[in-house]
């Protein structure tokens, strides 16, 4: 008997959506450029979605589009909410043609009858994944369909993930990110802010940006108007 080779799985990951607005390619470029810019780790290298949801009677240049974005040290794997004709001109150009929803609820088929079937909503809780250590320079962690709790700091260098909220009691330094599969009531709760970075539902903001009134205090962040509010966090 021959030894097993390999095995697929299924499996979900992190992956940034680019929503695009206009086929202007060039005027993404410089736009992407200048934001990459500001937090060139994050995004080095980062396996991006295409969202075409505001662009579905657009023609797209895909080839270019995906030339454009392999440039700025982007990896484009895919579109999604593209037309009909969309998806098949983006997977001539070797892209994916993905599903994106924001729901976190999980859609189950159930029959109701011997004909019928209908879509109904189930809501999956998991408990919290805790790490009962400091999070090290270099390490991922990544809490997938639950919440995220790190007894101790999060280093420089490391990045914590979670679908749900990331609780920290201890200092972050290093890369948070809340609402990963798009939880648009996730948080970040810490109990001393020096983040190299904060995303919560996409929404994310550098060290630059963080070093204001709550930086080294206990904070909470949250998604607000489809930006970030940081607040002080309540001691009982």
Request: charged fraction near 20%.
């Amino acid at each position: 008997m021959s030894e097993q080779t390999f095995e697929l799985k299924g499996n979900l990951f992190t992956l940034s959506v680019l929503h695009l607005f206009s086929v202007d390619i060039k005027q993404l470029s410089k736009a992407l450029d200048e934001k990459i810019s500001q937090a060139p780790k994050f995004f080095i290298g980062a396996p991006i979605v295409i969202n075409l949801a505001k662009l579905q009677d657009a023609d797209v240049d895909f080839e270019t589009l995906k030339q454009t974005l392999v440039d700025l040290q982007l990896n484009p794997v895919g579109i999604c909410n593209g037309s009909e004709q969309q998806n098949e001109a983006a997977k001539s150009a070797a892209l994916s043609v993905l599903n994106y929803s924001k729901d976190n609820a999980k859609p189950v088929a159930t029959k109701t009858s011997d004909t019928e079937v209908v879509e109904v909503e189930k809501e999956v809780y998991l408990p919290p994944q805790i790490v009962h250590a400091t999070v090290r320079s270099g390490q991922q962690i990544y809490a997938k369909n639950r919440d995220l709790i790190v007894m101790g700091a999060v280093s420089h260098g490391a990045e914590v993930i979670a679908d749900g909220n990331i609780h920290i009691y201890g200092t972050l330094r290093g890369r948070a990110i809340a609402g990963a599969q798009g939880y648009d009531d996730a948080a970040i709760y810490c109990q001393r802010l020096e983040a190299e970075l904060v995303s919560v539902n996409g929404s994310y903001w550098i060290s630059d940006s963080l070093q204001g009134e709550h930086w080294g205090q206990a904070a909470q962040v949250k998604q607000k108007n489809d930006s970030l509010e940081i607040t002080a966090l309540v001691k009982g």
